[in-house]
């Protein structure tokens, strides 16, 4: 099967199927202190970090000339840059995929009996979120309560919208024990549409971050992996949209 990449404009370029994906290379960045007089080192596990992760895709490739042969390495550079961030699945039929950016490609001809027309192809990328991500999904929640199963294996920032008519919403996450609460008044046709990951909060285009409790703005809120319990509270209808990409170490 061929690596399947999608660039920022929609377009999908399955890659020859010569080339194939080296990996998903992971590294964690651990601080700590080393004390004198002791063994080894103390780790700050509250300050451990996914490092970007450099991937690499290669392979040797045949083109019917010389000038075939540049023409696919032109073909594969050009997809690759014109674009980015891209979505990089290790093969077609993948649901899974990272988010890269094009960082380099080498090539070189096999020197011999070839004619110029068979070459080497590397090409690098940086994910920047080190998270393997999967499909998007989507809940609304218009009870008071309900489960919400995240299918990841890594915890995730969502995107809450909240609906009107409401006054002072408050959605809280059991699993995790965190709490992403409003003080306003949100009207019938009106919504909020609060960004967990960039700590952001907008009502009808206007930034209405005031709003937001201490305990998000602390805390944040996430989707722990597997089944979260929430609940919403508040004066009035309960209409809680919920969006998130799974996120896969």
């Known amino acids: 099967m061929r690596v399947k990449v999608i660039n920022a404009l929609g377009e999908v370029m399955l890659l020859p199927e010569e080339l194939s994906v080296q990996g998903w290379p992971m590294e964690a960045d651990l601080p700590g202190v080393e004390i004198e007089g002791r063994d080894g080192q103390e780790i700050d596990a509250g300050m451990i970090r996914l490092k970007p992760r450099d991937v690499r895709v290669t392979g040797t490739l045949q083109g019917l ?29 993948s649901e899974r995929y990272m988010l890269v950016y094009a960082q380099k490609i080498d090539h070189a001809y ?25 499909a998007d999904q989507s809940v609304t ?64 285009g206007v930034g209405v971050v005031s709003a937001l409790g201490e305990a998000f703005l602390a805390g944040g809120f996430t989707l722990a992996p597997g089944v979260n319990a929430i609940t919403v509270a508040g004066t009035g209808t309960k209409n809680v949209k919920i969006e998130w990409t799974p996120r896969y170490y």
């Open 65 to 93: 000339s010389k000038d075939d042969a540049d023409r696919i390495r032109e073909m594969v550079a050009g997809f690759v840059y014109r674009a980015n961030p891209l979505r990089l699945y290790r093969h077609e039929l």
């Open 110 to 134: 096999l020197t011999g009996r070839h004619g110029g027309r068979l070459f080497t192809l590397d090409i690098g990328f940086r994910a920047a979120n080190p998270a393997l991500l999967g």
């Open 141 to 204: 929640i218009t009870t008071a309560s309900a489960n919400v199963n995240n299918p990841g294996t890594a915890s995730v920032s969502p995107v809450v919208t909240i609906a009107g008519a409401i006054t002072n919403p408050v959605i809280a996450n059991g699993t995790t024990g965190q709490t992403l609460g409003l003080t306003m008044a949100i009207g019938t046709g009106e919504s909020v549409v609060v960004d967990c990951d960039r700590f952001t909060a907008t009502k009808g």
